[in-house]
């Protein structure tokens, strides 16, 4: 491997840190429209009227666009693969603007205008009158009010957008499993923990706001330039919301200032798109402020959990049993998949002799759209079952690393056609304990007394690498030799910070033979250009695309090699065959003796202007990848509580991942220590909190929703157990998402060890851990 | 709406705009003069993407009047350079090799920060820097990376002012020795167009 492995410096760095590389709002004209979208102010009922008179004659305001005036088309918003069985479509159940309202801030108007002002003034002066229904703001709530008026009655009457149920036999049955385990091992030889677990509804906070420009080309292509994850998929919904061909739509994807799952929806690129056609194609620019972000793009989905679990006395875990209502807000988006893998991981973490049961429902709500965010369901997967383990190992006096280390999933779990084609997980558990020094430390901290406690604790996890089977995945990718033998790599997959483009520059540099500093990978995606490929999610680039650049580099070099036999008059080629040669480091090499035979630069000059073999020499490659294996790893940490105070200082933490081989170290850490940064947010300090009775937010701005700051945040250590894994292109795993899983549960259980309480509602606010403790007497 | 012609001191230079009074200096900065590194995160001065210096201190330039900021002198982004050497500036350089930058949407904001910070001349420890950054905020990182950049930035500054400053040695076992990273940075730069218009 020369370019696999190595922490290459970011290809984008340069242009960022001098200010130089441009995100959407940067590019769009000077002169474009300014548009802005009304919410409503109720959570669940209809716009009756709307009086948009004295809007319209605010000077400088070019048009007023309502519920009543868009098409009469329901589109769906998911950032997934289109799938060609209609069962299997994403639900098509909200429209550009929307009269039958269902959440406190859905969209219900536009204005257009020539300035700022003048937009924000026309948005004030629109009246409106609603019908007013009743609201139910969690999954809960929704399903135990049995007249509860369905959202969508086209598509469910009950508001359950799909159930599921993930049994390790049809006819398991958790309370039949435990009369088994009582007959066999005795009631008194049983430890049980039965209890609620519920995660907070989480804000992306990507520091770029949804912002979008379109406008209709000389050709009458509806273009729109976006902050989007999927550029691709961005235009096909564009299409579907317009009701126009997909061809007839163009887009573009400048870099982008964070994504992190949310924009993997489609939120308002659509309505952009019908703005701009409306105002006769017309440049319109539509930024979403930071305070309608945070209610009307998309959450992570609270989730709230009956969970119960038995083991034997001696740290056998037996069976256990999920039973989750995920709130899933207004629209649809991603439907049930983000539960249903939650749920899937709740299943395989742990072997489960006896049998688990993990039931899953997704509701309609009158709350923020909840859909895709950083790990898509695994963060809650592992508050309900890594707080469950540490409750057991609690109550049975269990140590939790060995009752793991005994427990968790081996590597012959296959679940739903994902396996472990390498397992790291127990070694990662053996790597976490001896940094952060778990035994000594579980010793010491046995028999506290006194307001200020120490704890450690342990929060496992495991991670499917890309959606294969579920979803497709494919990714195209292109490369073009330039006439001075570097190249120019353009693919479908995107940049969204996570470090894409460097690493992509790296496979292609290891298997093409054309060093990193002669790879110009083009970060801008357009789909009139771009090579098809779905997109930013899942964790699947550097697995999915990695693999297509991987074949894409190797046909090539072999176009390469094929020419450099054309060049007869070269010394060392005479003679050659196919076979013989091999491109390394900008040279045409013979492999069997390294001698270098011709340098690139003069093999594609010779290639472009040659009168008799002129070529230029070009490779595509497409590939499905129909396996997926799975990522893992876990996180350690030594904190403190000061249980007066409630306040938990973090004094050590670390991450140990199983992600196959690390294309770039440097990166890869980087992108752990994000990951753990944001699940300390949800572990400790961030959650939208709704009024139950109106569903209006009450924290949608940064200032009192509270993402870490810098002196929140503990300096990270991070791992990786290193493990060539067979179906990755250079042996890779996920990465992307997985560090978002552990940290805040091993807070969580750390927590436990240090004060003897478990709490069951993230995040561990200071309010919550003074209310526990005066609760149970302990301050 | 009163329309004004003000001359602002911008990254170096004296720029003539017309400005609405009420206007905040984000929207001259970006809206006027076509200084895009200065970004919109919340528009309230919660988020610090906006970041600019003004004589030398950061201010939020969402929650700040254009009108305020006449006679003082202003730098973005675009206007920071090591003049002596012809260079990027050190922070620029330590964002880069300590892997600081993901999305870069807040890195202008707070490599204006950090520019601020090393101008104090001071040997600010990993919690003080910490406190000095938390006006701004990131997403990606978690911090930690953009506090090492600005500790390494800090023991250059140090090193010219003889002052000892120790950095906080690497806490992977993955880590790339320091003098391979200037070897990657080297090569990095030579690719940059600034070296390409010197030719």
Redesign the interface.
């Given at each position: 491997m020369n370019y696999i492995g190595k922490?290459?410096?970011?290809v984008?760095?340069?242009?960022?840190?001098?200010?130089?590389?441009?995100?959407t709002?940067?590019l769009a004209p000077k002169d474009s429209l300014i548009a802005k979208v009304l919410h409503s102010t109720i959570a669940n009922g209809e716009v009756i009227s709307m009086d948009v008179s004295a809007a319209k004659k605010v000077p400088g305001v070019v048009g007023v666009f309502t519920c009543f005036d868009v098409p009469d088309v329901e589109f769906p918003t998911a950032g997934h693969p289109w799938s060609t069985d209609p069962k299997h479509q994403d639900i098509a159940d909200k429209k550009l603007l929307n009269q039958r309202v269902r959440f406190y801030g859905d969209d219900i108007a536009a204005v257009v205008a020539e300035n700022d002002v003048a937009a924000s003034q026309a948005l004030k002066l629109i009246k409106v009158e609603y019908k007013e229904y009743p609201v139910h703001t969690d999954a809960r709530s929704m399903l135990n009010d049995k007249d509860a008026m369905a959202l969508h009655p086209n598509w469910r009457k009950d508001n359950v957008i799909a159930h599921t149920s993930f049994k390790s036999s049809d006819d398991f049955d958790y309370d039949k499993a435990k009369l088994k385990a009582i007959e066999e091992y005795g009631e008194e030889n049983l430890i049980e923990v039965v209890k609620n677990v519920k995660t907070p509804r989480i804000s992306?906070?990507?520091?770029?706001?949804p912002v979008s420009y379109a406008y209709v080309d000389s050709n009458g292509k509806v273009t729109v330039v976006a902050s989007t994850q999927l550029p691709h998929i961005c235009r096909r919904v564009v299409a579907q919301a317009l009701n126009i061909p997909w061809g007839k739509v163009r887009v573009i994807k400048p870099?982008?200032?964070?994504g992190?799952g949310n924009k993997q929806d489609m939120l308002y690129e659509p309505l952009n798109a019908w703005l701009s056609v409306k105002c006769g194609g017309k440049p319109v620019i539509l930024?979403i402020?930071?305070e309608d972000t945070m209610i009307g793009t998309r959450t992570r989905h609270p989730m709230d959990g009956d969970v119960r679990g038995l083991a034997t006395k001696d740290g056998k875990l037996l069976c256990r049993e999920l039973k989750n209502y995920s709130t899933n807000g207004g629209y649809a988006a991603h439907g049930h998949s983000i539960t249903a893998k939650c749920a899937g991981i709740f299943q395989n973490l742990y072997k489960n002799p006896l049998g688990v049961n993990s039931e899953a429902w997704t509701v309609w709500t009158n709350a923020p759209t909840s859909a895709a965010m950083r790990a898509y369901g695994v963060p809650q997967a592992v508050s309900f079952a890594e707080t469950l383990t540490d409750d057991i190992c609690f109550k049975g006096g269990f140590d939790p690393l060995k009752f793991r280390l005994d427990n968790l999933c081996d590597e012959n779990l296959v679940a739903g056609g994902v396996k472990f084609y390498t397992y790291g997980l127990k070694k990662c558990l053996e790597i976490g304990a001896e940094k952060i020094d778990w035994y000594k430390k579980r010793e010491a901290y046995k028999n506290q007394i006194g307001p200020i406690r120490k704890g450690v604790g342990i929060c496992s996890f495991i991670y499917q690498t890309a959606v294969a089977p579920i979803a497709l995945e494919t990714a195209s990718v292109r490369m073009i030799l330039n006439q001075d033998g570097s190249m120019q790599l353009s693919l479908g997959a995107t940049e969204?910070?996570?470090?894409a483009d460097t690493v992509f520059t790296q496979i292609a540099a290891e298997s093409t033979g054309i060093s990193p500093?002669k790879v110009y990978v083009i970060s801008t995606q357009d789909t009139d250009v771009t090579p098809f490929d779905t997109g930013a999610y899942g964790s699947r680039q550097t697995y999915v695309t990695g693999n297509a650049i991987k074949e894409c580099g190797l046909l090539l070099k072999k176009k390469i090699c094929e020419y450099a036999l054309l060049m007869e008059d070269e010394d060392g080629i005479k003679g050659k065959k196919l076979e013989d040669l091999d491109v390394s480091d900008n040279y045409v090499i013979d492999k069997n003796t390294m001698e270098k035979l011709i340098p690139l630069d003069k093999l594609s000059t010779t290639a472009f202007y040659s009168f008799t073999h002129n070529q230029h020499i070009t490779a595509e490659k497409t590939t499905d990848i129909t396996t997926n294996t799975f990522a893992s790893g876990c996180t350690f940490v030594d904190l403190e509580v000061d249980m007066p105070l409630g306040i938990i200082n973090i004094k050590d933490i670390i991450s140990v991942h199983d992600s196959g081989t690390?294309i770039n170290?440097?990166?890869?850490?980087?992108?752990v220590?994000?990951?753990?940064?944001?699940s300390l947010g949800y572990g400790m300090s961030e959650e939208l909190i709704l009024d139950p009775v109106t569903g209006k937010a009450y924290n949608n701005?940064?200032?009192d929703y509270k993402?870490?700051?810098?002196?929140d945040?503990p300096?990270?250590?991070?791992?990786?157990v290193v493990m060539k894994d067979p179906t990755g292109g250079y042996g890779n795993k996920a990465l992307g998402e997985p560090p978002t899983v552990a940290p805040a549960v091993a807070v969580r259980n750390a927590v436990l060890n240090a004060t003897g309480i478990g709490f069951n509602e993230f995040p561990l606010t200071a309010e919550r851990l003074v209310h526990e403790f005066k609760a149970k007497g302990l301050i | 709406m009163s329309k004004k012609i003000i001359t602002l001191h911008v990254n170096g230079k004296d720029r003539e705009v017309m400005i609405d009074e009420r206007e905040s200096l984000y929207e001259t900065l970006r809206n006027e003069l076509n200084l895009t590194s200065v970004k919109k995160g919340c528009e309230v001065g919660e988020c610090g993407a906006c970041s600019v210096l003004l004589n030398g201190r950061c201010v939020d330039s969402c929650i700040y009047l254009t009108m305020w900021a006449v006679g003082k002198d202003i730098v973005t982004v675009e206007g920071l350079r090591d003049e002596e050497n012809d260079d990027i500036t050190d922070v620029q350089k330590e964002f880069i090799k300590e892997a600081a930058v993901q999305c870069g949407f807040c890195t202008p904001g707070f490599i204006l920060k950090a520019v601020e910070i090393v101008g104090h001349n001071k040997p600010y420890t990993r919690d003080e820097i910490k406190k000095l950054i938390t006006g701004n905020l990131c997403r990606c990182t978690g911090y930690m990376n953009i506090v090492t950049a600005i500790e390494h930035a800090i023991k250059h500054n140090m090193d010219k002012l003889g002052v000892p400053y120790e950095v906080m040695p690497s806490t992977t076992s993955f880590d790339v020795p320091e003098d391979e990273k200037d070897k990657m940075l080297e090569s990095l730069l030579a690719m940059q167009n600034n070296d390409v218009t010197k030719i």
């Open positions: 922490s290459n410096l970011r984008d760095a340069y242009g960022k840190v001098t200010g130089k590389a441009k995100y709002a940067d992306h906070c990507h520091i770029e706001l870099y982008i200032g964070g992190f930024e402020p930071r969204i910070g996570q470090g500093d690390i170290p440097a990166l890869a850490t980087a992108q220590h994000g990951g753990m940064s944001m701005n940064m200032l993402i870490p700051t810098a002196m945040s300096d990270f250590k991070v791992e990786f | -």
